[in-house]
C-alpha cells in the first residue's frame, strides 16, 4: 500500500521577510539623490543594483530556512 502524501504547507514565518525586497525599492528618498557617485555613476544606478543583491540573499535565506530536510 502507498504511503499517503504529506500536504506541503507554506505557512511559515519566514516567508515574511520576502516583503522586504519588494518594500525597499518604494522608498525612494533612500535614492533621490545624485551623490554620492560610485564608478561615475549616481547614486540611483548603483543602489538598484544593491536592490537585486538585496532581493537574491533574502530569496536565499527564506529558501534555505523553509525548505524540509530529507530523513
Keep these: 500500500m502507498a504511503e499517503p502524501e504529506r500536504r506541503r504547507t507554506d505557512r511559515s ?4 521577510l520576502l516583503v522586504v525586497p ?8 533612500l535614492y533621490n539623490y545624485d551623490e554620492p557617485r560610485l564608478a561615475g555613476f549616481p547614486l540611483f544606478y548603483w543602489l538598484q543594483f544593491a536592490f537585486i543583491l538585496l532581493g ?12 524540509r530536510r530529507r530523513p
Design 22 to 29: 519588494i518594500v525597499v525599492p518604494l522608498l525612494t528618498f
Design 56 to 67: 537574491v540573499a533574502t530569496t536565499t535565506v527564506v529558501y534555505q530556512m523553509t525548505r
Design 13 to 16: 514565518p519566514w516567508n515574511w
